[in-house]
Every structure is written in structure tokens, then in C-alpha cells.
């Protein structure tokens, strides 16, 4: 929605400077409620730790609980209708009116996507019911970044490759998002069983329930480089430029003095989080 390219970027630079702040946002209501805790001041908590976040509530004045429960149920309720839009979408328009029914009227397909999307929340109702993911095991937001990451390494190798290397080839995206998601179901599950809890690649910890696992983020950044290699080695044994690349204009890289001093600042508070948490 940038008037102009410039506008653009400085929005997103910016939007990138307040996701910074997420780790505080999420991290000190539970330093918060583990401190009351240890001092006896969450009795509620007893025998059950995921009533940490309500418990800490309880200590805000009534009005402001309020605005927190109204802050939180529009974040829930933003994100579920973002995904909802999504999955309509997607199976609408990529899959449903492709493959199904080329000649589909406009009215048809809504009611389609309307169905696709009670589809969608009934299947999501039958999986969390009993925790039949394990969600409830790990936390939600670790599962969700978990599991993103089973499907991200390969898009990102894809996308990577496909914006700054004209050699890439189409088998070689299709082999990409294919091998990435592969490669992040062994490196998550089977890994350790098959290479073993500790090689130069990565150590694997103990997960509570007697089984080694790798750490998520490690597992993802493993599964890109090893995507990335295989997309390298098929584009190789093609035509030393693909006919359909994309085609870059340079001059789009070229940043104004501010917009390259807010990259600076935000790579260098994203470095800093990381050398001060290793």
C-alpha cells in the first residue's frame, strides 16, 4: 500500500523494528507470573502451569483487564480470519477452480470457498479436541513455529535461487519445496535415531520423554542448506540461463541514506538478541 517504493520499504523496516519487541511482550508476563509464583502470590497456579497468563491478569486494575481480554480475543480473532481467507483462497482459486471447474461462475465459487472454510474449521475442531497434535505438550506458539518450519525452508530456497541465480530451473523449485519438507520431517524426527545425538552437523538434547530431538531452528536451517545444494546441483545440469527467469532491475536495490541506516539499526539489534540469548 506504499505510495511509492521507498514508502514501502521504510513500512516494513519499521514493522520489522516493532517485531523486535515480541520477545518482551511474550516473555515478561511469564517472568512476571513465575517471580509471584515463587513468592506465593499465584496460589491458582498450583498443580498447573497454563493459567499463567490469566493469573498475571488478575492483578491489572478492571478496566484494564478488559482491554486486555478485548486485545487479546482481536488478536485471535484477526488471525483465524486471515488464515480463513487464506484457505478459501487457496483452494478456491489454485485448486478447486484448476482442476475441478475451469468454467465456474463467480457466485459458485464463493459458495465453494464457503464450504472449503467450514471444511477446514471442522478438521481443525477434530485434531485439537483430545490435543491430538501434542500442541498442549510444547505451547502453541513453539508448535506453530515448528511446524512452519517444516515448509519454509524449502519456499525460501526456492524463492531465493529463483530471484538471484537465472540458472535455476523449474525442476530444480519443484525438487526444492519437495526435499525441503522432506528433509525437515528427518532432521525433526528421525535424525538422531539415523546419525546419532551428537555429530558436526548438530546436538540433540533430550526432550522429557526419552527421546532426543534437534532443536527447531537448527533443524530448519539444516534443511535449507541441504535444499539449497540439491537445487544448485539439478539447475547445474541445465542451460546456463533459464529462458524464463526473473528478471531483476538493479536500480531497485538502490536505497536512500535513511532507509539504509534503519537496515543497519534493525540487523544490528537482531545480532545483538542473538549473541546476548545464544
Known sequence: MGADLHTARTGILFAGLLKLLMPVIVMLPGIAAFVLYQKGQLPQLVGGKDGAYSAVLTFLPTGLKGLS???????????????????????????HQKYFDKQAEQRKLVFIGRIAVFVAMILAILFTWNDLLGIG???????IQKYTGFI?????????????????????????????FLLSVFFNEFAPQVLGNDTFLYTAYPNGKGVYEIPF??????????????????????????????ELDSTMFKVKPTTLALIIVTLLLVAALYVKFW
Open 137 to 143: 505438550g510444547v505451547g502453541g506458539f513453539t508448535y
Open 217 to 246: 531452528h537448527i533443524c530448519m536451517g539444516l534443511s535449507f542448506l541441504f535444499t539449497m545444494i540439491i537445487m544448485i546441483g539439478i539447475s547445474l545440469g541445465g542451460p546456463k540461463v533459464n529462458p524464463k527467469a526473473f
Open 69 to 95: 481480554v478485548a486485545a487479546l480475543t482481536a488478536a485471535i480473532v484477526a488471525s483465524l480470519a486471515g488464515k480463513v481467507n487464506s484457505i478459501s483462497t487457496i483452494y478456491t482459486l489454485d485448486i
Open 152 to 180: 519454509s525452508p524449502g519456499v525460501f530456497a526456492m524463492f531465493l535461487l529463483g530471484m538471484f541465480w537465472k540458472r535455476t530451473t523449474g525442476a530444480a523449485a519443484i525438487a526444492g519445496v519437495i526435499a525441503g
